[in-house]
């Protein structure tokens, strides 16, 4: 599965951005898909995931009421829809697929392929 993330960009403080994860192979409408972020000198932290039919999600406390995750499988695309950005929300964003879901899917172990990275960049 060879994931690509997309969306990122420059968006001042308060902003929104949607970030997007597709696959140009193989479908990942069967993948629980995560989404996690690495802002420079800092640990990779998740951020977000969704089961494979859309109908559990996961976030993190950090971006909760600001990032909402959902699917389209019909598209073979995953977003990531976030609002109200906040400086430290800048980061490389990952999307990862992952085979089963697991409480809330927050760990990286838990995922099998992982995409690059796409540059979000918060500025105040």
């Known amino acids: 599965v060879q994931l690509q993330a997309s969306g990122g960009g420059l968006v001042q403080t308060g902003g929104s951005l949607d970030l997007s994860c597709t696959s140009s192979?193989?479908?990942?409408?069967?993948?629980?898909i995560g989404w996690f972020r690495q802002a420079p000198g800092k640990e990779r932290e998740f951020v977000a995931a969704i089961s494979w039919n859309g109908g559990t999600t996961a976030s993190a406390d950090s971006v909760k009421g600001r990032f909402t995750i959902s699917r389209d499988n019909a598209k073979n695309t995953v977003y990531l829809q976030m609002n109200s950005l906040k400086a430290e929300d800048t980061a490389v964003y990952y999307c990862a697929a992952g085979r089963t879901w697991f409480g809330s899917s927050s760990r990286g172990h838990e995922y099998d392929y992982w995409g690059q990275g796409t540059q979000v960049t918060v500025s105040s």
């Open positions: 192979g193989r479908t990942i409408s069967n993948f629980v």
